[in-house]
């Protein structure tokens, strides 16, 4: 089937240690998206991505990295820097950039404690 | 940034019963796009609708780009249209989904 696949759907960390969340997709999309959820909010862009190789600082993108090495992959690390990683996270992609239909996975929760 | 505003914010209805749902958006879009968050939180797509109305079964929306908004039509509302409804949209001059706030809707029996 194709789609969004994020891994784990559950996270539980220590504070202090960095943590990567996984996002793989096969609907061959070129831009492929990251976004965080607080309780009672709406999304926020963290970063995004519009080709191999290349990605873009979103709106809160501080205490947070990513890589594009493939263009199924878009693997997101929260590192120690940010001040309240506890949060859901959840991917996205799109065949371009804004323009076309995006589609989610299923989202990951993170809880630090 | 486009800003994009959602109501009401909640509601309540008995099984049976439609309601509309609203958006309105600050700047022309490109894309908007209606979802519904269900209770395990993931983001299901509803419409693809920059502009004009599409339907699929219970569910209908309407854009009016000229105007900045869009609606949600939801008819003989059931308990598993309860969740969140989210829009988002996207301007030329960005390069991301603005996401609404959302409406939190509740079928009750």
């Known amino acids: 089937d194709g789609g969004i696949t994020q891994s784990p759907k559950y996270l539980f960390r220590k504070e202090g240690q960095n943590v990567t969340l996984s996002c793989e997709q096969n609907?061959?999309?070129?831009?492929m998206y990251w976004y965080r959820q607080d309780p009672g909010q709406g999304l926020r862009l963290i970063y995004y991505?519009?080709?191999?190789?290349?990605?873009q600082k979103g709106d809160i993108a501080e205490g947070y990295s990513v890589s594009r090495e493939k263009k199924e992959s878009f693997p997101l690390t929260v590192t120690s820097a940010q001040k309240n990683p506890t949060a859901f996270y959840l991917c996205?992609?799109?065949?371009?950039?804004?323009?076309?239909?995006?589609?989610f996975g299923q989202g990951t929760r993170l809880t630090v404690v | 940034g486009i800003q994009v505003e959602q109501s009401p914010p909640d509601l309540i209805l008995q099984e049976g019963a439609n309601s509309t749902l609203r958006c309105n958006f600050s700047?022309?879009?490109?894309?908007l796009q209606w979802f519904h968050q269900n209770p395990w939180g993931q983001l299901i797509n509803l419409f693809y609708?920059?502009?004009g109305t599409k339907q699929n079964g219970r569910l209908s929306a309407t854009t009016v780009a000229t105007e900045r908004y869009s609606l949600l039509y939801i008819s003989s509302s059931q308990t598993t249209d309860s969740g969140v409804y989210f829009c988002?949209?996207?301007?030329?001059?960005?390069?991301?989904?603005?996401f609404g706030t959302g409406t939190r809707l509740q079928v009750t029996l």
């Open positions: 988002a949209a996207h301007t030329g001059t960005a390069s991301k989904l603005t």
């Open positions: 609708i920059p502009s």
């Open positions: 996205a992609s799109s065949s371009r950039t804004g323009y076309t239909e995006a589609f």
């Open positions: 700047d022309s879009v490109n894309n």
């Open positions: 991505s519009q080709i191999v190789n290349d990605f």
């Open positions: 609907l061959n999309h070129d831009a």
